[in-house]
C-alpha cells in the first residue's frame, strides 16, 4: 500500500485515540459550555431576528400572504371575508396617483392588496413557521403564545398547547405570562382544576411589577391570576382564600379590573 | 426568410445542447428533488398536512434555479464565442450580426424556458399528488409570466455580456432581480419619504427598471386567492416585449458597432 493511505490511517486512529481521551476531560475543562443550542451557538442574537421573522411570516400567512399594516379586532372573527386595511400611515401614501402611474396601477391590480383570514380548518397552515420560530428562538414569548393560541382556539388541540406552553416554561422559568397563558387553557378547555390553580399561582408569584415599562402588561397578568385564584376558591367554597387573594389584588393593584371584578364575586358570594 | 429561419433555428439548437452538455440543469433538478422530497413528506404535528410552507419553498426554490441557469447560459454566451474566436467563422457565413444576436437571444431563452417547464412539471406532479389539485388556471397564468420573466432577463443579460465582463454582469443583473423582486412594489412609497437626491433615483428606476415583480404570480398561487384577468396577464406581456425589444435593439447596435 502505498505511503498515503499508511498516513491516513494513522491519522484515523490518532484521532479516535484522542476521542477517547476527551471523553475523559472533566466538563469544566472543556472550551466550549454543554448543553447550548447548536443556533444559539452559530446565529448569536441573529436568531431572535430570524425568529421574529418566521412569526411574521405566520401572520403573513393568517392574512391570506399579504403583509397588513393594520387590523381590526373583529375582523379576526370574519374568517373567509377578504376586506381592506382599516388604516395607512399618512407617511405611506404614495404621491403619484396610481390612475397616472400605470406600474403602480398594474402592480396593484396584479398582486393581491385585501387581505383575508385562514379559517379555522385552516389554520394548520401556521403551524411550519410558529413552530420555527419557537424552535430557533426558545425566548420568544409571544411565538409559543401564539402557538398555543392556534393549538387551543383554532385547531382545538388543548393538550398540544399545553405541551408547547410547558415546553416554553423549562426555557423561560421567569414568566408570568406564559403560565398564565398555560393556566387558562388547562382552565377552558381541559377543565384540570388542580393544575390549573397551580398554574395561576405561579403566575401570580413570577409576576414583576418594579418595571415601568413592563408595568401594564404585569399588573394585567397579576390581576387576571388573582381574580381565577379567587374565583376557583370560591368554587370549592374556601372563602378565607378568596379574602387573602382579594386583599393581595387590593394592596397591589388597587384600580385594577380585576381587582373591582373579585370583589364583586366576593360581594355575590356572600350575600344572603 | 427560410434561411433567416433556419439560422435561428441552428443557433437555438446550439444553446440548447450546450445546455444539456455542461449538466447543469441536471445538477440543479437533483437538488430540488432532494430538498423537496423531505418537505413533501414532511407533516406537522395533526391530521391535515400543511400544504403552503411547502408549496412556498418549492416556488422559491424554482425561482432561485431557473433565473440562475437563465443568467448563467446568457451571460456567458457571447464571451466564451469572442474568447475561443468562433464568433468569426460564424460571421464568416453569410450571418449577420443582428441575425446572430437573435439567434443567441432564443437559443438561451428556449434552453431556460426548457427548465422552467421541466420544473413546472414537477411542481404540478407535486399539487396533484399532495392536494388532489391538477391543471388549475393560476398555475398556467404563473408559468405563463414567468416564461416572460426569463424572456426579459435573457435580454438584459445578453445587453450587458457585450459590454461588460461575465461576473460584473452576472452580478449587477443578479441585484437587479433581486432587487426588483423584492422591493419593486414600493419604490414609490419609498421614493416619497426621502429627500430630492435619493427620491430623483428612486423614481428613475421606478419608470426604467424592469419590474419582474408583474411576473411573480407566488402569492396568489400559494395562499389560493383567485386568477387575474388575462387582460391583465396581456398587459403584463406587452410590457415584457416593450422592454425586450428595447434591450434587444440597443444590444444590436452595440454588436454592430462592436470591434472583433
Known sequence: MSRPFYILGLAILLTLSLQSRLFQVPPA????????????????????????????????????????????????????????????????????????????????????????????????????????????????????????????????????????????????????????????????SLKDIPNATQAFANANRKVQLNNPKTYDEQSMIKGRALFYLGHLALQTHDLSSAQRFLHEAQSTLPRNVATRDLQRLLDQYQAP | MKLYLRQIRTLTNLSLLELYRRKDLWVVLILSVVILAPLSVMTTTGTTPAYRTVNEVALLLIWIFAITINLNITARLLPAEFESRTIYPLLAKPIRRPTLLFGKYCGALVASLSALALFYLVLALLLGIRQGVWGSLILLQA???????????????????????????????????????????????????????????????????????????????IHDWPPVSWLLIGYVLLYAAGYITICLTLAGILFQRKRL
Open chain 1, 29 to 188: 475543562q472543556l472550551p466550549q459550555l454543554g448543553g447550548h443550542n447548536i443556533l444559539e451557538m452559530l446565529l448569536g442574537e441573529t436568531r431572535q431576528l430570524i425568529s421574529h421573522a418566521f412569526l411574521e411570516k405566520a401572520d403573513d400567512y393568517l392574512h391570506g400572504g399579504v403583509k397588513h399594516t393594520t387590523c381590526d379586532g373583529d375582523a379576526h372573527d370574519h374568517a373567509d371575508a377578504p376586506h381592506a386595511p382599516t388604516s395607512v400611515p399618512h407617511t405611506q401614501m404614495p404621491r403619484h396617483s396610481p390612475h397616472r402611474d400605470p406600474w403602480s396601477w398594474l402592480n396593484q391590480h396584479l398582486h393581491v392588496q385585501e387581505h383575508r383570514h385562514l379559517s379555522q380548518h385552516q389554520a394548520q397552515e401556521l403551524l411550519p413557521w410558529l413552530q420555527a420560530a419557537c424552535y430557533t428562538d426558545p425566548h420568544n414569548i409571544a411565538a409559543f403564545e401564539t402557538t398555543a393560541y392556534t393549538l387551543e382556539r383554532m385547531l382545538h388541540r388543548p393538550h398540544e398547547a399545553t405541551n408547547v406552553l410547558q415546553h416554553a416554561i423549562q426555557y423561560n422559568p421567569t414568566s408570568a405570562s406564559l403560565e398564565l397563558s398555560l393556566a387558562e387553557i388547562l382552565l377552558r
Open chain 2, 143 to 221: 408559468l405563463l409570466l414567468h416564461a416572460a420573466c426569463l424572456a426579459v432577463t435573457t435580454a438584459i443579460t445578453l445587453l450587458g455580456s457585450l459590454f461588460l465582463s461575465v461576473s460584473a454582469n452576472l452580478t449587477l443583473v443578479a441585484l437587479l432581480v433581486v432587487g426588483m423582486l423584492t422591493n419593486g412594489q414600493q419604490l414609490c412609497q419609498l421614493a416619497a419619504t426621502q429627500s430630492i437626491p435619493p427620491r430623483t433615483l428612486l423614481l428613475s428606476l421606478h419608470w426604467l427598471a424592469p419590474h419582474l415583480e408583474f411576473f411573480d404570480l407566488r402569492q396568489r398561487l
